[in-house]
């Protein structure tokens, strides 16, 4: 059971353009929504994460959007740049995870000069 | 600052033999500390965590375990390697569970021949 659905492996973008990174979940009880970028060979890097409290959180080229009703949450990168290409993890705790981090199978955003 | 440290980087081993893997976190005290696995094309797959000294969860049954010997030293092991535990191996740290943000190491490549 795949409570946090990345649906696209992959997804290209020309630099300069938005990026839009799309995550659906399915327990209604998450609180407290995290995205990660990761590069290959590289632990996982903290980027914005959003309380199920709010619907949008902004952090300079980086917005999160969450819709509850829906179970979706996004993640916006404007403009995009050749050095935000890597994988983008989205992940979601709260309730049943009993505290644990429960992550999606991630996107790999390329972005093309 | 906070800095967590994993070795060895990468690691090759053949089946059957033992591993251990060392995860140090500096410039925090009682960190909760977690281990993931990354295999290829999948997401990050927690396997134990770990709310203090000689306290371990495991969260998928397996081939491998964990220790806590001390507060900021989290090891993980086998007495017998699979070929299936190859994969990326990432700890990771957080200042409490069911709230925010975890932060992760490195990591480390093993690969199991």
């Known amino acids: 059971d795949q409570q946090v659905k990345q649906n696209s492996p992959s997804l290209s973008v020309q630099e300069g353009r938005i990026s839009i990174l799309n995550c659906d979940y399915t327990?209604?009880?998450?609180?407290?929504f995290l995205w990660y970028k990761k590069y290959p060979a590289e632990g996982p890097t903290f980027l914005i994460s959003?309380?199920?409290?709010?619907d949008k959180n902004e952090d300079g080229r980086f917005t999160v959007f969450l819709n509850k009703s829906a179970k979706h949450l996004s993640l916006h990168i404007v403009p995009s740049q050749p050095g935000d290409s890597a994988v983008y993890f989205c992940?979601?705790?709260?309730?049943?995870?009993?505290?644990?981090?429960?992550f999606g199978k991630g996107t790999k955003l390329s972005v093309k000069p | 600052s906070q800095t967590i440290h994993q070795w060895p980087a990468t690691l090759v081993q053949p089946v059957g033999s033992p591993l251990s893997l060392e995860c140090t976190v500096e410039?925090?005290?009682?960190?909760?500390l977690y281990w993931y696995r990354q295999a290829a094309g999948r997401g990050l797959q927690l396997l134990f965590y770990s709310v203090g000294i000689g306290q371990i969860s495991s969260e998928v049954p397996q081939n491998l375990s964990a220790s806590r010997p001390q507060d900021r030293q989290f090891i993980l092991s086998s007495k017998k390697l699979l070929l299936s535990d190859s994969g990326f191996y990432l700890c990771a740290w957080s200042v409490s569970r069911g709230v925010g943000t975890q932060y992760f190491g490195p990591g480390t490549r093993l690969l199991v021949l």
């Open positions: 410039g925090t005290s009682n960190p909760n």
């Open positions: 327990n209604s009880m998450f609180d407290y």
């Open positions: 959003i309380s199920s409290i709010k």
């Open positions: 992940a979601a705790i709260g309730g049943r995870s009993q505290g644990n981090l429960i």
